[in-house]
């Protein structure tokens, strides 16, 4: 049976389709954040988007109960405010209608793109009650009920924590990594690490036998000096997104790398804020905020030069949240090769 809920409130947490400008703008942050990500819209595009919308900034007011059980959870989820309860099982409700018309939604969360592969696994019942909804899902299959088990757990941590929470890629338990599979789940785990670590941009092949293997503790500076396009991605950030992913997954082993990117000169302005962005560049988003986000997640480093920023009539207000300012490109390159890093150009 397809599972009629089991993403709930999770669900809403790893959609494309929660644009985190929203967020930023909700949370009272400058600017007005990242834009949004590469999906198609459908009937219920915009609807549903407002209803993720509300249920993140109203996280305060849900609450929600888990119980284990052996082959799975019953969990409730609800709220004293009658609003956000209608809100609560309107988004049970679409969510289940996308599942029944094999209507998926691109997962960014590993844990998240996991459970969905299993969705006929996943026996679910869910009940609406005055306040929310009460849904028990379970599953012969051990493994699945351990990714169930730990999906539910992260979906409490998404109603405490909101839009903190949101920021965050949640792994696949490893008790459940563990657990016997078939030759063919194998294979399709092989398959997923194509997107080891940056889900969307820069694939990469497995290639446990090359040589020249990526080695724990390496340290790159990228240095981006071009513009491009304004109404698309940077290919540069692309090319930073597929380092990260090749030092995750593209070898033997993961290997831990400390990434640092440098934009000066044609590249300032990729770091621009959407606000400032849309009124450089007559668009409504900046196209490259998304993924700088998801690189800052994993860990890499972002600094523009300020010396550039004033040169183009900016300051660091104008830039995302998550980009620090330096003093200049030049004394960041020098710093951080002092300090060990690898220069690394990217001239286009």
Same mark, same amino acid.
């Given at each position: 049976?397809?599972?009629?809920?089991?993403?709930?409130?999770?669900?809403?947490?790893?959609?494309?389709?929660?644009?985190?400008?929203?967020? =930023?703008?909700? =949370?009272?942050?400058?600017?007005?954040?990242?834009?949004?990500?590469?999906?198609?819209?459908?009937?219920?595009?915009?609807?549903?988007?407002?209803? &993720?919308?509300?249920?993140?900034?109203?996280?305060?007011?849900?609450?929600?109960?888990?119980?284990?059980?052996?082959?799975?959870?019953?969990?409730?989820?609800?709220?004293?405010?009658?609003?956000?309860?209608?809100?609560?099982?309107?988004?049970?409700?679409?969510?289940?209608?996308?599942?029944?018309?094999?209507?998926?939604?691109?997962?960014?969360?590993?844990?998240?793109?996991?459970?969905? =592969?299993?969705?006929?696994?996943?026996?679910?019942?869910?009940?609406?009650?005055?306040?929310?909804?009460?849904?028990?899902?379970?599953?012969?299959?051990?493994? /699945?009920?351990?990714?169930?088990?730990?999906?539910?757990?992260?979906?409490?941590?998404?109603?405490?924590?909101?839009?903190?929470?949101?920021?965050?890629?949640?792994?696949?338990?490893?008790?459940?990594?563990?657990?016997?599979?078939?030759?063919?789940?194998?294979?399709?785990?092989?398959?997923?690490?194509? &997107?080891?670590?940056?889900?969307?941009?820069?694939?990469?092949?497995?290639?446990?036998?090359?040589?020249?293997?990526?080695?724990?503790?390496?340290?790159?500076? /990228?240095?981006?000096?071009?513009?491009?396009?304004?109404?698309?991605?940077?290919?540069?950030?692309?090319?930073?997104?597929? &380092? /990260?992913?090749?030092?995750?997954?593209?070898?033997?082993?993961?290997?831990?790398?400390?990434?640092?990117?440098?934009?000066?000169?044609?590249?300032?302005?990729?770091?621009?804020?959407?606000?400032?962005?849309?009124?450089?560049?007559?668009?409504?988003?900046?196209?490259?905020?998304?993924?700088?986000?998801?690189?800052?997640?994993?860990?890499?480093?972002?600094?523009?030069?300020? =010396?550039?920023?004033?040169?183009?009539?900016?300051?660091?207000?104008?830039?995302?949240?998550?980009?620090?300012?330096?003093?200049?490109?030049?004394?960041?390159?020098?710093?951080?090769?002092?300090?060990?890093?690898?220069?690394?150009?990217?001239?286009?």
């Amino acid at each position: 049976m397809r599972t009629l809920g089991c993403l709930l409130l999770g669900l809403m947490m790893s959609l494309p389709w929660l644009s985190v400008a929203d967020a =930023q703008q909700n =949370q009272g942050r400058r600017g007005r954040g990242f834009g949004r990500g590469g999906h198609g819209r459908d009937a219920r595009h915009d609807a549903d988007r407002e209803v &993720f919308q509300f249920l993140l900034t109203n996280h305060d007011k849900i609450t929600r109960r888990v119980r284990e059980l052996p082959d799975g959870v019953e969990t409730l989820t609800e709220s004293d405010d009658e609003e956000v309860a209608s809100h609560i099982k309107d988004h049970v409700e679409w969510m289940q209608h996308r599942i029944e018309d094999v209507n998926p939604i691109r997962m960014r969360d590993p844990l998240f793109a996991e459970i969905f =592969q299993h969705a006929d696994d996943i026996t679910m019942v869910h009940v609406e009650t005055e306040k929310g909804v009460r849904v028990t899902e379970t599953s012969d299959d051990p493994y /699945v009920a351990k990714l169930i088990q730990a999906h539910a757990k992260v979906v409490s941590q998404f109603v405490e924590n909101g839009f903190a929470e949101a920021m965050k890629n949640h792994s696949v338990p490893d008790d459940a990594v563990d657990s016997p599979r078939t030759v063919e789940d194998a294979s399709d785990t092989q398959d997923e690490k194509r &997107f080891p670590l940056i889900d969307g941009h820069g694939s990469v092949v497995r290639l446990p036998d090359a040589i020249h293997q990526p080695r724990r503790g390496a340290k790159l500076m /990228v240095d981006i000096t071009s513009g491009s396009d304004p109404a698309k991605l940077h290919p540069a950030i692309g090319y930073v997104a597929k &380092f /990260v992913n090749i030092y995750a997954g593209a070898g033997k082993e993961p290997a831990d790398a400390k990434i640092a990117v440098v934009l000066h000169g044609g590249g300032t302005l990729t770091v621009l804020n959407d606000e400032a962005y849309a009124r450089k560049f007559n668009v409504d988003a900046n196209p490259n905020l998304e993924l700088l986000h998801q690189l800052h997640e994993a860990g890499v480093e972002l600094c523009v030069c300020g =010396q550039s920023l004033n040169a183009a009539g900016y300051d660091s207000m104008d830039t995302a949240v998550f980009v620090d300012t330096a003093v200049s490109a030049l004394t960041a390159v020098v710093n951080l090769q002092a300090d060990g890093f690898s220069y690394v150009p990217l001239l286009k």
